[in-house]
C-alpha cells in the first residue's frame, strides 16, 4: 500500500473542453502517458486568417519518452485533424479501429508522413498494453463506423472516455453499441467517467439513424425529378441509406465534392458501404438518365462556399446544374456560425425552382444528431456508475448541464469536475483532487506556418480589416531640413481614393505641416517624427472619417 | 378612362426583400411618390469595418419633388434606423404614430437634424392626402407599442403594406390589433398586399407576449436571489411585464445599458409604460437591498460584446456583479450570426455561479417572436383578399414560402411577385406586370463616410484581414544602376517577426536580387519593377507559406 501511495493517476485534457473541437484528453499514471485523440478545430471569428487550430503539445513533446502513443476513438476531424500537425513533433504510435485508421491513413499521406508512423488496428475486443496502464475498447453507436469508447486500467482504477456516443437501438450498419461490455465495467467499478456533452443541453433521447433512411425513401419516391442529398460525407451510415433508397425508388447515385469522393472511395475499399452492382455512376452520366432516376449525392450541407452544393447553387459548378422542379435535401444540422451560409444556399436554390427541404431535423425528418441526448447520457451514467465525473467534449455550458445530469443520476456534485485546457485532476489512493496546471492553449495554424501567428499579428489583421492602412512616404533632407519627395499617401482598405481625393489631400498637408514644424524646431529624432506624424495623421482621420486606420510612416533620410 | 389608362401605379422595394433589414418600399402613382420606413441594416461578415448598411435613394433623390413624405409603421433600427442618414440628403416630412417617433426624434436630435425634419405625429384612424394618394392606417400587434399597417388609396386601387405584426388576441397593452379596419378593407377590395414574411418557414400560430409575463413571475418567485433580465431595449410589452412580475414578487427594478435605459425613459415620457411609484431603483441601490427583492433589467440578450450583460458576465461591469445564485434569463432569440456571443455570455454566466435561462422560446416560455408564424400570415391574406401579392420583409426562402401560403389560401400564383431590391410591379387598368428596374443597392457606411467605401476598399480589407501586408521600401539610383538603401520590409498582420527571421531576411535577398538582375537588364520602367518585386516576392512567400501577404514595394529613386 505504501508504495502505491506514491503514484497518482493524472487526467487532463489539451483540448475539447470548453470549446467545440481539437480533442485531446490525457491520462498518465507514473512514467506513462496515455493520449485519447489528436483533433483540430476551426478558427473562430476573431481568428483572422487562420486556416484551423491544433491544440498545444509542449507538455506531450517534454515527455516525449514516457508517451505510449496516442488512441483515436473515431474518425472525425476533431479528432483526428491534429494528427499531420502533431505526429511531426511526436512520433508516438497511433491505435485505431479500421475505418478510423483508413481515414487517419489518407491524411499521413498527404502530409507525407505515413511512413514514419507506427499505425496499430485495433478492435473492440483489443488489449492493449502501454506500461503500467491496461486499455481495452467497447463499440458505441455514433454518426461514423467503427466508433469506440476507451477504458483505461491504471493501478489507481479504471478510467473510461465514452468517446463520441449515442445508443441508436436499430444501428443502420448492425453495429451495435457494446452494452454488455459497459455495464460490466460498471460492474468491476469506474473510478472516473470521462462522458462527452455535445447534446447535454437536449432532452429526450436522440432519433435513430435508421429514421432518416425511411424519411429518404418517402421524399425520394415523392420527387417528380432529379434529388440532391448533402450530408456529411463522413456519415458513412447516412451515405449508405442513400443508395438503399435510391435503389428501393430505381435511382441510380453520382457522388459529387471532393471530401465525398475521398470518403466514400475509402469506405467503399474497407467495406464500410456496401453499393449494389451498377448503382453508382459518373456525374457525366447524370444527363443521359431520366430525371427520376438520378440521385446527387454531394458535399456542400453546411453552405460551405466552395463545396459541390455551393457551386450548383449558384450556377457554378463544371458538370452538374440545378433544374427547376429538382429536390435538393440538405440533411444536417448547420453549425453555429453557418446559420446565414446555408441560408444563403437556400436562398440560391429557390431562386433556381428547386424544391428545397431544409431546417431542423426534427421537421424535416431528414437529419438525426450522432450525439446522445439527456437520457441517453444519463443511460451511460447509469451503465458506468462512476465514483468521479469528469465532462468532456463541449462548451462549458455544455459541461455544466452534463453535471447537473451526474448529480441527478447519483454522483456526488463534489466529485464532479468541470475542466479548462490544462487543468488537472488528480487521484491518489482512490481520492480525486485538483491539481496543478499544465500548459495548454490554441497553436494557430496559417498556410504551412505552425505557431508563427500569435495575438500581434491577429491584432494586426484584425485593425487592417476595420480601417485598412495608409502608409505615409516621405524623403527627408537632415542638413537642409526641408522635404526632398512626397509626403505620398498609398490607401489600401481605408476609403475608395477616387471619392476621397479631398480627405487624402488634406492629410497630405498634415503630414507635411507636421514634419515642417518639427524639423523648424530641429527635432529630428527618427522615432519622434514617425510618432507625431502617426499622431497627427491619426487625429485628423478619426475626427473626418471616425475611422481609425494603421498609419505606416515612411520616413528616408538623404 | 382614357385618361386613368394613361397612369400606372409602380411598387418596389429599395431594402427588405432578399434580406433581413433596411426595409425601405415605395409607391408612385404618376407625380407622388410614398415611402414607407427607412430602415438600416447591420453588416454581412464580408463587410469588414462597416458599422451600418442603408439603402441606396438616388431614385428618390432623382425625384425629390415627386417625394410626399416616408410614413413609419413603427420605431425598430430595421425601420426607422436609416432616416439620420437618408434625411440629409431628402428633406421630406416624416410620419409615424406617437412611440415612433419619439424614437424617431431621438435618433434626429443625435444627428443635428431634429430642426430641419417636418415631423407629423399619426393616429390609427389619420387619413392623409399625399397628392393623388390618400394614406390610412391600421393598428397591429408586434413586439413594439404602435405599431400600424399602411392603406395606400390609389386612383388604381388600394395598396396595403402590413407593417411588422403578429395576431396577439391578448396583447400586454390593450392595444388590439384592428381587425375590423383590416376586414372593411378587405370587404372594399385589395388590389395589391404587401406582407411581412419573418416568419413564413414556421408552422402554426407565435404565443401571446402574455405567456412570457406569466413565465416571468414563474422564474422571479422561484429564484432565491437576484434576477437579471436581458431582452431588448425596444420591447416596451416584455419591460412592462418584467416590471409587473417585480411587483408581484416584491422585487425592485433597476435599469442598466445605455439603449434600456434611453428607451425606458422615452416610453415612460410618453406615456407607455406604467411604472408603480417606488419600483424603479437606481444601479447603486441594488446593493443594500436583500438579493431577493431586486430585479436587474437589462441590454446584452444578444451577447453583444459591449452590452451591460456581457460586461457583468465577464465581471467588468462597473456598478453591478453577477453572485453565485443569481437567475439570469436571456429573453430574446440569437439572430442568426449572434449564437456564439450568446453562448459564450451564458458560458461565462454559468462560470460566475448564475443559474441561467437560455434556449429556444418554445422551451424556456421567457420569449415570443413579434411576427406571425404562418397562421396569422393566413389569417391576413384571408382578411385583405388581395388580387395582387408581394411578401416583403424577408430573405428569398422566406419570401417564397409566404408566396406559397398566399397560393395555399386563393391568391393565383400568377398575381405574386416576389421581388429583388430595384425590381418594380407595375400596377395599370387593374393588371399588373413587372416594369424596369430601377437602381437599387447597398450604402456602406463606415464611421462618418457614407458610400466612400466600395468593392476594391472591403476587398482589400478582406485581403489584409486574411494574410496581412508587407511593405517593401527601396531606393535606388536610376544613375549608378545600384540600390542606395533597403530594401526594408515591413510586416504587419503576416508573421510574428520575431519567429520568422529566416524567412524574412530570404525574402529581402528575392527582392535584392530581382532588383539587380532588372537594373541590370537595363529594365527601369517604374511600373514594372514594382511589379517584378511584387511577383518574385509573393511566389517565394507562398512557397514557403503558403500565405498571400499583400505586397506593397515602395521604390524610391534619387
Known sequence: MSKKSSEKVTIFALGGVGEIGKNMYVVQYANDIVVIDA?????????????????????????????????????????????????????????????????????????????????????????????????????????????????????????????????????VNQQYADLHRMAELGSK????????????????????????????????????????????????????????????????????????????????????????????????????????????????????????????????????????GDTVIIAATPIPGNERYVGRTVDELFRLGANVIYGPGTITGVHV??????????????????????????????????????????VERENTFILDIGDTVEIQNGIARRGSKIPAGNVLIDGLGVGDVGNIVLRDRKLLSQDGILVVVVTLSKQEGKIISGPDIISRGFVYVRESEGLLEEANKIVSNTLARLMGENVNEWASLKTQVRDALGRFLYEQTRRRPMILPIIMEV
Open 189 to 324: 467499478g469506474v473510478l472516473c467517467l470521462l462522458s462527452e456533452s455535445t447534446n447535454a443541453e437536449r432532452s429526450g433521447f436522440t432519433p435513430s439513424e435508421k429514421s432518416v433512411g425511411q424519411e429518404l425513401v418517402e421524399v425520394f419516391r415523392r420527387a417528380k425529378q432529379r434529388v440532391v442529398v448533402a450530408t456529411f460525407a463522413s456519415n458513412i451510415h447516412r451515405v449508405q441509406q442513400v443508395f438503399e433508397a435510391a435503389m428501393l425508388t430505381n435511382r441510380k447515385v453520382t457522388v459529387i465534392g471532393r471530401s465525398m469522393v475521398n470518403v466514400v472511395t475509402i469506405a467503399n475499399e474497407l467495406g464500410y458501404l456496401d453499393i449494389p452492382e451498377g448503382m453508382l455512376i459518373e456525374p457525366e452520366e447524370v444527363n443521359s438518365l431520366p430525371a427520376d432516376e438520378v440521385v446527387i449525392l454531394s458535399t456542400g450541407s453546411q453552405g460551405e462556399p466552395m463545396s459541390a452544393l455551393t457551386r450548383m447553387a449558384r450556377s457554378t459548378h463544371k458538370k452538374l446544374d440545378i433544374l427547376p
Open 369 to 410: 444528431s450522432g450525439h446522445g441526448s439527456q437520457e441517453e447520457l444519463k443511460l451511460m451514467l447509469n451503465m458506468m456508475k462512476p465514483k468521479y465525473f469528469i465532462p468532456i467534449h463541449g462548451e462549458y455550458r455544455m459541461l455544466k448541464q452534463h453535471t447537473n445530469l451526474a448529480v441527478s443520476v447519483g
Open 39 to 171: 483533433g483540430l478545430k476551426f478558427p473562430e471569428e476573431d481568428m483572422l486568417g487562420i486556416d484551423v487550430v491544433i491544440p498545444d503539445i509542449s507538455y506531450l513533446t517534454e515527455n516525449r519518452d514516457k508517451v505510449r502513443g496516442i488512441l483515436v476513438t473515431h474518425g472525425h476531424e476533431d479528432h483526428i485533424g491534429g494528427l499531420p500537425y502533431i505526429l511531426k513533433h511526436l512520433n508516438v504510435p497511433v491505435y485505431g479501429t479500421k475505418l478510423t485508421l483508413g481515414l487517419i491513413e489518407a491524411k499521413l499521406k498527404e502530409a507525407n508522413l505515413l511512413g514514419e508512423t507506427k499505425r496499430i488496428l485495433i478492435h473492440p475486443d483489443t488489449e492493449l498494453n502501454l506500461g503500467s496502464i491496461t486499455a481495452s475498447f467497447f463499440r458505441t453507436n455514433h454518426s461514423i463506423p467503427d466508433s469506440v469508447g476507451v477504458a483505461l486500467d491504471t493501478p489507481e482504477g479504471l478510467i473510461v472516455h465514452t468517446g463520441d456516443f449515442k445508443f441508436d437501438f436499430t444501428p
